[in-house]
Every structure is written in C-alpha cells, then in structure tokens.
C-alpha cells in the first residue's frame, strides 16, 4: 500500500509533535486535527503538514476531515479529566475511537493505528486504564479486509516534551530540602518517544502488523523512587525523597487532584498500582533497539555538578 496522506488526532500532543515531524521528514502529507490551529505555529511551518482547526469529537467533522486520506493515526488521550467519574476518559479514549472507526469505515480509509496504554484493559484497576482498554477493543474488533487496525501499548513515554521527566524534574526544583513521594515503589519502564514514533512509521504499511496490539517498553525497570533519585541527582539538588506508604500516598492524590493541573490524582493512583512493565522485549518485528533512559534525557536535562 502507498502510503501519501495521512490525518492524525492528537498530533499537537508531545508524542504527536515527534510523529508529525518525522513523518514529514520521510516524504508524507499530514493532515493535523487540532482545536486551536493558532497555537501550534511549530507545525505549521512543517512543509507537507496541513493543520486544520476541527472538533475531532464531532462525527460530521470527522467524515469531511478524513475524505481522502490513506491513514488515520488516534493519539488522543488525558491523563486527567475534568471530574472525577470517569465520563471524560470513556469520551476521549473509547467513544472517540468508536466515531474514528466510523469515519474511517464512511470514507474507505485502510489503515488505522491507534494509541492505546500498557496493560490498558476494562477490568483495569483505574478509569484511564478501563477507558483506553476499551478503546483498544473498539479499534480491534474492527480490524477487517478493507480496515486493517495496529494498537501499541506504550509504558510511561519520555523524551524532550513528557509530562513525566519534565514535571517531576519542575517538582523537585520547587520543593526544597524533603521531597514526599507517592506510590515510590511503583513499576516502570520508560521508553524513548522517538522508538515509538518509529514503531509507528514502521507499522504503515507493513501488512504483518496488520490486526496486532504491540506492547513498547525502554531495555530497563526502575522504580518511581530510583527515577526520581536520580532525576534530583542530575538536577544537582540535594534532596531527600522521602517514600510514602499506600495510605499516605493516596492522601497526597486526594489532596493534590484539586491542585492547579492535576498534578497527581486518585485516578493516577490507582493506574501505579500495576507494574507498567513488559513481559517481553520491543517487538522484534520493528527492528528497534530501545534508547536508555540515562542516555537520553541528559539530552534534555543537563547535569548540573552538586555545590
């Protein structure tokens, strides 16, 4: 299949921004959904990008936007909503994926790759996990001789842009002396943005893909608190991580889910409470040898040598 033109939802999003910009670079017209065009002056300038002020949440939308294109790329996803019920999850990871699936199906569109979550499954133990699980299960099922479907289930993402090395490193500047960390004990397995957008070029036209959820995770675990140590490490800051106990760390979300941003919620709580982990390595299919987290973000977070 000639891949030439393709539409992406949450394409001015921090892994959006990376997918756009190297599918430009290999030669690709990109159609970007956005709700504020005027913001994201960096893509415009993007050669071959086209970006298109739209409410991706409005099906008509979605039928006119997606008239002509080769592929759909379905990146949306909150990690926080606006209340505390689960609506805002179940509409922007499942119902949205459902009206995707629609629009691909009016306007003949064959390809369709998807973003969903590690260990995303609707008996998840959190509303962003059982929403993005049955996100992932709408996109599958309709995976079909004229709609061939691909889901990748990233661990937590880094690189220059995260919410996650970004905010934690903000945190750690503001908080002096004695930094409280909840749920320290929590799994992870950071992986590199850039070998998730290259898994997702690669996964374009490869018919071998076709039908297949990919789990994507960096070469190593960590714990939350070996990731924040050494975050504080690198910043050269003198900080004591202080770890607290399940009953305090979801104190810390109850209180914090009503703080500017969200920064830490019962919902996010609840997520930590799997390993985000996978069972095997990055899916041999892509040829991809996953970036060290040590070896990247010092790209971005400079070291600073301890006074």
């Not at 909503?81 to 009206?99: I, N, P, T, V």
């Not at 929403?131 to 220059?160: D, W, Y």
């Not at 898994?199 to 990731?227: H, K, M, W």
């Amino acid at each position: 299949m000639s891949i030439t033109r393709i539409a992406i939802l949450g394409g001015t999003g921090f892994v959006g921004h990376s997918l756009c910009e190297r599918l430009v670079m290999v030669g690709h017209e990109v159609r970007i959904l956005t709700r504020h065009r005027e913001r994201h002056r960096d893509l415009l300038v993007l050669p071959t990008a086209q970006v298109v002020e739209a409410d991706v949440h409005n099906p008509a939308v979605l039928k006119r936007e997606f008239q002509g294109q080769d592929v759909v790329v379905n990146l949306v996803g909150i990690l926080n909503e606006s209340g505390r019920d689960g609506k805002g999850f179940e509409r922007a990871h499942a119902e949205l994926a459902a009206k995707v699936v629609q629009a691909c199906r009016q306007n003949g569109v064959a390809r369709l790759l998807h973003m969903s979550a590690l260990h995303a499954s609707p008996d998840g133990p959190s509303h962003y996990l059982r929403s993005k699980g049955r996100g992932e299960q709408i996109v599958q099922a309709a995976e079909s001789n004229t709609l061939h479907v691909t889901s990748f289930r990233p661990s937590v993402i880094f690189g220059p842009r995260d919410s996650f090395t970004n905010r934690f490193a903000g945190l750690l500047r503001q908080v002096p002396f004695v930094f409280p960390l909840a749920c320290p004990n929590a799994r992870l397995q950071p992986v590199f943005v850039e070998d998730v957008v290259q898994a997702f070029v690669l996964a374009l036209d490869r018919q071998a893909t076709f039908g297949q959820s990919y789990n994507l995770c960096g070469p190593q675990v960590y714990s939350l608190r070996e990731i924040v140590t050494w975050l504080a490490r690198q910043l050269g800051l003198k900080r004591r991580i202080l770890p607290l106990n399940n009953s305090l760390s979801m104190l810390q979300a109850a209180v914090m889910q009503f703080a500017p941003g969200k920064p830490f919620t019962l919902d996010n709580y609840r997520s930590l409470q799997l390993a985000n982990i996978c069972e095997g390595s990055f899916p041999a299919i892509f040829g991809i040898t996953p970036s060290r987290f040590e070896d990247v973000v010092p790209t971005y977070i400079p070291r600073v040598n301890l006074l």
